[in-house]
C-alpha cells in the first residue's frame, strides 16, 4: 500500500463542518490527500474547528470544479454508495475494497469518492468508478454522517498496515512471566489449607468448592507475581486465624 | 451477539455535538442503549441536531451520576483507550475486541466506555475495565473525535452480524450469467478476424497483440451480454469495412 498515492474526494459537500472532520479521520488514519469538488462553503471556520490538529491537511486539499479535475490521473476509483443502489456495478464493503486500494495504490493513483450529504454519488458518477464500497449498515437507519464514512473507510485502510501491531492475543506482551504449573499447584494445597484452617472448607465434606477454585483461577492465566500475592494473602490470613477444629466442630454438631 | 445488551458509555462528555453524533453512530450500526456519565450539557439543541434521524437514541439515553451507576449491572466492561496508557492490561484492537464483546453479550450486559474528549478515562476507571480496546492510528496524530471512535467501534460490531451480507466477490449477484468459454472463444476469433480485415492486425507478423487482448478480455469475467454487445459491434464493423488485402499491402511495402 502508498498511503501517498491515496486521495479522499468529497463531491459537493455542503457543510463545511463535515470538511473539517474529515480532514482529522483522514489524518489519525494515515492519510493527507484530500480533493474538494465544488465544496459549498471553503474555507470556512467550521471546518478549521472540528479539524482540531488536522489543518495541514485542510490547507493541502484541491479545490476543483469537476469530478473529471479531481481524478483525471488516477488509476482506480473506487464510489461509496448505498446497499440499495441501482446500478449492478462489482460492490465490496470496506474491509475488501481496502485491500483493492492498498493493492491498486501500488500501481498508480486511487480515488475513493464521497457523495453529497443528503443524496450521495449520483448514477453517473458511480458509472466512473471501479468498483462501489457500500458500509454494511442497520436497516433501521442506513444513513451515516460523511465524515464517519470517511473514518471507516480510512480505518480499514489503516488496519491493513497495522492491524497486527496490536497484539492478537489480548495478554501478549504482558510484563510478567506466567505462573509455572509446579507454582500453582503449590497455591492450591496451600488455598486448601488455608480454607480449611478458617473453617469455610470442611475436609470430610469439601463439595465442589476445590475444583470450582481451580477453574476460577485457571481460567485467569495468572503471573508469578500474582501468585505471590495471593499467595502471600493466604499466609497472612494463616498467621492471623485459629484454626478450626473440624473433628471437634463435628462432635458437637452431632 | 445481543445487540439489546450491549450499551455505550461516554464519561463526561463535554460537547453536546458529540453526544447526538455518538447516538447517529449508533443506530446506523443497530445500536440503541447509550449512558451518559455527568454530560456537561444534554439535552441540548447541537444533539438533537446532530442526531438527526437517532432522537429516539438519545431520547432513551440514560443519565447517571457516576461510573459506578452505569456499569453496576455489567459483566463485562470495555475501556476505550490510546496505545500508550501507562497500565499492563489486556487490550485488542477493535475488530478483536468486538469478538469478545459480542461473545460475553450473550452471557450479560457489556459496557463500552469512551473517556473525555481532552483526556479519556483515568486510570482508575479504565482499572475497572476487563478488556481495553486501543484504535490504530497514525503516529503523526493519534487522537480521534469521539463520535468516530464510537463509529468504529459500532462498525466493528456491525461487521460481526452482517459482514457477510455483502458478496465477498465483488461480481457475485450479477444480474448477467458469465459469458461461457465456448462463446469467448468464438468472441476471439471474431475478433482476430476484424481486426485483420480493418488492417490493425497482420496475419503474417502478428505479434503480441491477440495474447494482450485475451488478458484484457479474460481479466474481465465478461457475462453473456456483453459478450453479445462486443460480437455485435465487431459484426458491424466488419460490415461497414472494405477488408485490407495484406498479401497487397505486403508487396506494395516490398
Known amino acids: 500500500m502508498n498511503p501517498d498515492q491515496i486521495r479522499i474526494v468529497l463531491v459537493e459537500p455542503s457543510h463545511p463542518g463535515n470538511i473539517g472532520a474529515v480532514a482529522r479521520a483522514m489524518k489519525t488514519m494515515g492519510l493527507g490527500k484530500l480533493v474538494l469538488v465544488a465544496p459549498e462553503k471553503f474555507p470556512d471556520e467550521q471546518a478549521t474547528w472540528r479539524a482540531v490538529w488536522a489543518n495541514d491537511v485542510l490547507e493541502a486539499a484541491e479545490v476543483v470544479d469537476s469530478l473529471d479535475a479531481a481524478i483525471a490521473d488516477c488509476g482506480f476509483v473506487v464510489g461509496t454508495c448505498a446497499r440499495d443502489q441501482r446500478l449492478p456495478w462489482p460492490v465490496l464493503d470496506p474491509r475488501r475494497a481496502a485491500v483493492e486500494m492498498a493493492t491498486n495504490s501500488k500501481r498508480g493513483e486511487v480515488a475513493i469518492l464521497f457523495g453529497r450529504e443528503d443524496n450521495g454519488l449520483s448514477n453517473e458518477e458511480l458509472m466512473r468508478c471501479n468498483l462501489h464500497l457500500a458500509i454494511p449498515t442497520s436497516d433501521a437507519y442506513s444513513s451515516l454522517n460523511l465524515a464517519m464514512a470517511v473514518q471507516i473507510v480510512c480505518y480499514e485502510l489503516h488496519m491493513l498496515q497495522t492491524g497486527d501491531e496490536l497484539p492478537q492475543d489480548p495478554n501478549e506482551g504482558w510484563d510478567e512471566p506466567l505462573a509455572t504449573q509446579e507454582n500453582i499447584e503449590r497455591f492450591y ?16 465434606a469439601p463439595r465442589k468448592l476445590m475444583p470450582r477454585l481451580r477453574r476460577l483461577y485457571n481460567r485467569l492465566g495468572m503471573d508469578e507475581m500474582e501468585l505471590n500475592i495471593l499467595r502471600g494473602i493466604l499466609t497472612e490470613t494463616q498467621k492471623r486465624s485459629e484454626p478450626v477444629d473440624w473433628d471437634r466442630q463435628r462432635e458437637g454438631k452431632a
Chains 1, 2 share one sequence.
Request: no cysteine; charged share 10%; proline share 6%.
Open 189 to 204: 494445597v496451600h488455598l486448601e489449607e488455608t480454607l480449611s484452617q478458617i473453617g469455610f472448607l470442611n475436609p470430610a
